[in-house]
């Protein structure tokens, strides 16, 4: 199975502080894709990273992807409040990139 | 119009009824998709049409029938549910293209099954 395993399951924080999550997967990939989801709402894409990329950035996002190690990372830095979400990280493979697998998520909670 | 909308946001159903969920976009994707997620669990992929035909089914019970009518909408029908299927059902399209894209998300309708 392509389901990717994110650390923390959960973490909590300080509004300011910066939070970093990580993903790590199984087989090849073609991207890996981080979605926020509030609580029982829909997701929302925040940033893709290509197979071929190292490093993306995107306003306080910063991803990284080692390909090597199977494994990403999503920081956040200078926290707020309204960053407190879900965060899953979804990668496509396999050939097709229309099939989307999600791990299984961290809960981040920004204390004001 | 940038946004996939779903009705209704909330859905009570007993086990005998038929109902349908509804999905609409407006922004020309022609891969759209419906998940299932249980509480503080990840999103599982149910079906994928790509141009209004059904290119990934993951091995759903028929009680869950996919129907794509258009290009913008998608709908699916419900008939003889279990409790176990109570979850937050989210709908889901993607660009155009075989490159890497982003999937838009619905809001979800949250299904209870009594």
């Known amino acids: 199975s392509q389901q990717g395993e994110e650390d923390p399951q959960a973490l909590s924080i300080q509004e300011g502080e910066n939070a970093t999550m990580n993903c790590s997967y199984k087989?090849?990939?073609?991207?890996l894709q981080w979605y926020r989801q509030n609580s029982g709402r829909g997701l929302v894409h925040l940033i893709l990273?290509?197979?071929?990329?190292r490093e993306k950035h995107s306003g306080r996002l910063r991803v990284t992807l080692d390909t090597s190690k199977k494994s990403s990372s999503l920081l956040i830095t200078a926290s707020r409040a309204a960053d407190t979400a879900s965060y899953f990280c979804a990668m496509t493979g396999g050939g097709s990139n229309y099939k989307l697998t999600f791990g299984k998520g961290t809960l981040l909670t920004v204390n004001p | 119009d940038t946004e996939v909308t779903q009705t209704p946001k909330h859905l009570v159903m007993g086990m005998t009824n038929k109902k349908s969920l509804k999905c609409e976009q407006h922004m020309g994707h022609r891969a759209m998709y419906w998940y299932k997620q249980k509480a503080k669990k990840p999103p599982e992929l149910m079906f994928v049409?790509?141009?209004?035909?059904?290119?990934i089914n993951e091995s759903v019970p028929s009680r869950f029938s996919p129907e794509c009518p258009n290009s913008s909408l998608l709908n699916l029908h419900l008939h003889a549910l279990q409790p176990e299927d109570s979850a937050l059902y989210l709908c889901?399209?993607?660009?155009?293209?075989?490159?890497?894209?982003?999937?838009?998300f619905g809001p979800g309708t949250r299904l209870t099954v009594l």
């Open positions: 049409y790509s141009y209004e035909k059904l290119s």
């Open positions: 990273i290509r197979s071929n990329e």
């Open positions: 889901a399209s993607r660009p155009p293209g075989q490159g890497s894209r982003e999937q838009f």
């Open positions: 087989t090849s990939i073609n991207n």
